[in-house]
């Protein structure tokens, strides 16, 4: 065998990152050089790169050299052995080496013939090997580009069949758009009203050529079939009557005849037989035609007269009790609906399970709307009956119930209470004090462990917070647990100032005062081993952190969730509902199944109506006190007198005139929770005009809401603007009031001096100018110079007050500084010398800042 020698492999091409190395490692080099002798640095570098280029020249033509030089053998003189052994280089075999030609024979063949022509396959470029050889390619890679070509050509032609299709199908839809356009079906939008339409012109033929098959003719008959069997079997329940016919073909299903009987008495028939059977029926076809019904169901004849019912005549005959036909048919059908009933109440009990168990804050607006849907198709008593037992399933456990599930349960109560009716939520409410009134009348015989009053403590809390029922029913049933107290009513107790003692105290603070007393007598009162329980020492500390309004003494107090789910709820409601709070008595929930219900609309009622107007009146005078909110009489009257007419307006002027000082009067109207700020600025400065003199108690005030928030700056903004262009109402005291209230406000950086821009400096009325002498002169003489230049530095900064500060420029420097005023003004020396001085200065500030 020929032995071959390998190739050497072809050097690859330098990197960057090599290249970059070969320079940096020839720059080195020539820095050594350089820097080698002390002169002619530049000479050797140059000397060492010709050598190096020299050296690689060199070894270039070595490689040629060596390439070139190949060793001539003549084969004659290779010996056998060698030749037998295989021991020869592959440069030395000529068969490798020659491409087969021979000159001599090339010169005899023609001159066709010479030329050999290579064929390349059609749009493939074929790589050619220097001695004239055609490379193969590999046949897999063909196949493969094969395959790929006609995957292409085939989803091209996919899509262009689609397009095709599409193009078709829109050129059908105009056709059929200009057809309908022309037998004016467009414009009618109900389709069926089309197929009517259809009907009626004679065109209904055209509906069997839409049908694809007889089977959906069929298909659709029995649906149709179906249907009216249902509508009829529905219309039967709800009636409650049941055919003769039925009952006949009961009693013959009970009774079955003898089929030998059957066929002897058949074969006894005449054929004379069926024509007295069709005489017989075409009589009684006719007694059916004159017999009619009237509008009460009575059978009447041809003439009109009433006959008797068959029913009655048997009733009366045998000496029975006469049952009318509706409580027949309830007889009769209540055999098979307590079993359907029980189906339905079970299937109800399951979809009701289902949604509470999903409940959750995210969800719970979907869950609100799908127990509504359920409502809206079952019975009202059997929703409230079945929500009431999973309620008390759920919330009402022997162990403590999670506080944050109470709360989502209660808003989708109220959420009910709201949307579907009132009564949903008078119906949970009596349930639930029905058990609450049970537990407190055995609340000794109660065990600490066991939880569930107090879970239906905080479930009638929570009830309370979302507003379903009055503050005074929950203060009845704190009294409740006051009264019998324990270490049971201790913990509940507990419970309820944890939970809404804040919201109590806002809401009434009267009555929760009141309360409050209550419940420290009754603690007084306790025997000496219960006041030193540990519990009743921890609940006197909550409430002494709710009456001093200390929320951080209260351990794990979060109102916000309770915020966020009331927001929710209120959201929620649409079409305008909202909660109706219920005003019921403890009494009225208790002696409702004696009594009745007078909060349901339509529902009996027996109570006896002096009593009722007793307790009205009641009512009345205590939902009186809590409207004035414990004012004394002479405070509303003045209220009175001043016009203060709203409930807002006037509950605020009676904080004003009764608070200890200013921070007072504005901690008590903040706990007014007031939407409308705008009253509490009308009320401050009505109060401050129509004093005696300036008094800065309401400058301070007002200075107190302007920097607690921004929207009472702007309220009080609006209202100086207001009492500005009523200037000519206003009598000349009352304008000094106001000039001293806006003064102090601007100083202290309330309000700004703009708030005066309203003024109309052009056409000055002797009022107005009057108000602008008394602001200006009161700013400029005020002690403290820094305040009155930082004042007016505020309003030169703005570059929107042009024209109002060169309006502020002329007032001063030509009105107010006029000799005639400065007498009227009756300044001292020292004091025009100081108004002088300023207006000058703030003359210049206001021109630089201009210019």
Not at 635 to 650: D, F, V, Y
Request: aromatic share 6%.
């Amino acid at each position: 065998m020929v032995k071959i020698k390998k190739k050497e492999a072809k050097k690859k091409p330098l990197t960057r990152k090599e290249q970059r190395k070969q320079k940096s490692k020839v720059k080195k080099q020539n820095k050594r050089l350089y820097h080698a002798g002390k002169v002619n640095g530049t000479q050797r570098v140059a000397a060492a790169a010709e050598a190096l280029a020299a050296q690689s020249l060199q070894s270039k033509n070595k490689k040629k050299r060596s390439k070139s030089k190949k060793p001539k053998i003549n084969p004659d003189e290779i010996p056998k052995e060698q030749l037998l052994s295989g021991e020869i280089d592959s440069d030395d075999d000529e068969s490798l080496d020659s491409d087969f030609s021979d000159p001599e024979v090339d010169a005899l063949m023609p001159k066709s013939m010479a030329k050999v022509e290579v064929f390349e396959p059609l749009g493939k470029s074929v790589k050619k090997i220097p001695g004239g050889a055609i490379q193969r390619q590999d046949e897999e890679m063909v196949r493969r580009k094969e395959l790929r070509q006609q995957k292409e050509i085939t989803t091209k032609s996919k899509k262009q069949r689609l397009k095709q299709l599409r193009i078709e199908n829109e050129e059908e839809d105009r056709e059929i758009n200009k057809l309908e356009k022309k037998l004016k079906l467009n414009k009618s939008k109900d389709k069926n009203r089309l197929v009517r339409k259809m009907f009626n012109d004679g065109l209904d033929y055209l509906l069997d050529f839409v049908l694809d098959d007889e089977e959906e003719k069929l298909k659709w008959e029995e649906k149709q079939e179906r249907k009216k069997r249902l509508k009829e079997q529905q219309e039967k329940e709800e009636a409650g009557m049941w055919s003769d016919e039925e009952e006949q073909e009961d009693q013959n299903d009970d009774f079955p005849e003898d089929p030998s009987a059957s066929e002897d008495e058949e074969d006894d028939e005449d054929p004379s037989g069926d024509k007295e059977q069709s005489d017989e029926e075409s009589e009684d076809e006719e007694e059916d035609t004159k017999i009619k019904e009237d509008i009460y169901g009575r059978k009447r004849d041809a003439e009109g007269n009433i006959l008797p019912d068959p029913v009655e005549k048997e009733a009366s005959a045998a000496g029975q009790k006469y049952i009318p036909p509706h409580q027949r048919a309830l007889m009769a059908a209540s055999a098979g609906s307590s079993e359907k009933q029980a189906e339905i109440l079970a299937r109800l009990l399951k979809q009701c399970k289902g949604l509470l168990n999903r409940l959750s804050e995210a969800n719970l607006h979907k869950i609100a709307a799908g127990i509504e849907a359920l409502y809206m198709k079952n019975s009202r008593y059997n929703m409230n009956e079945t929500l009431t037992k999973l309620l008390q399933e759920a919330l009402l456990g022997a162990t403590r119930t999670n506080e944050r599930m109470v709360q989502e349960h209660m808003v989708l109560l109220a959420y009910l209470h709201a949307q579907i009716g009132s009564e949903i939520g008078a119906h949970f409410l009596q349930t639930f004090v029905e058990l609450f009134d049970g537990y407190i009348k055995d609340i000794n015989n109660l065990e600490v462990e066991d939880k569930q009053l107090n879970n239906l403590v905080l479930v009638l809390c929570y009830m309370y917070l979302f507003k379903i029922f009055e503050l005074s029913l929950l203060m009845e049933l704190i009294g409740k647990l006051a009264d019998q107290l324990c270490e049971k009513s201790v913990e509940c107790l507990l419970l309820i100032f944890q939970s809404i003692g804040f919201r109590l105290r806002k809401d009434d603070p009267l009555a929760f005062k009141t309360m409050m007393q209550r419940v420290q007598s009754q603690i007084a009162s306790a025997p000496l081993e219960l006041k030193e329980n540990p519990r009743l020492r921890f609940m006197v500390d909550i409430l002494n952190a709710v009456k001093n309004n200390n929320m951080q003494k209260l351990p794990q107090y979060d109102p916000e969730l309770a915020e966020i789910l009331r927001k929710r709820l209120k959201a929620m409601l649409k079409n305008d509902r909202y909660v109706v709070t219920l005003n019921i008595t403890l009494e009225d929930l208790l002696r409702a199944d004696k009594v009745g219900k007078w909060w349901i609309v339509g529902s009996a009622w027996t109570g006896n109506l002096d009593e009722m107007g007793s307790a009205k009146q009641k009512q009345d005078k205590n939902s009186a006190k809590s409207a004035n909110g414990g004012f004394a009489d002479q405070l509303l009257e003045l209220a009175k007198k001043q016009q203060m007419n709203t409930a807002e307006r006037r509950n605020i002027f009676c904080i004003i005139m009764s608070a200890a000082d200013y921070v007072d009067a504005f901690e008590k109207i903040l706990h007014l929770a007031l939407k409308d700020q705008r009253a509490v600025a009308y009320v401050i400065i009505h109060c401050a005009l129509n004093e005696k003199r300036a008094n800065p108690y309401y400058a301070h005030l007002a200075l107190k809401f302007c920097q607690f928030n921004r929207k009472y700056q702007l309220a009080f903004q609006f209202a100086s603007w207001d009492r500005i262009n009523d200037i000519e109402k206003l009598s000349k005291p009352q304008i000094r009031n106001l000039a001293s209230f806006l003064q102090q406000v601007i100083l202290a950086a309330g309000l700004q001096l703009s708030v005066l821009k309203v003024v109309d400096f052009m056409q000055l009325d002797k009022l107005s100018f009057y108000f602008m002498k008394e602001v200006m002169v009161r700013l400029l003489l005020s002690p403290d110079e820094r305040e009155v230049y930082q004042t007016f530095e505020r309003v030169a900064k703005n570059s929107k007050l042009q024209q109002f500060k060169q309006s502020v420029r002329l007032f001063l420097q030509h009105f107010l500084l006029k000799s005639d005023q400065l007498d009227k003004l009756k300044l001292k020396e020292e004091e025009q010398q100081l108004l002088q001085q300023r207006v000058d200065h703030l003359d210049k500030m206001l021109a630089y800042v201009d210019m």
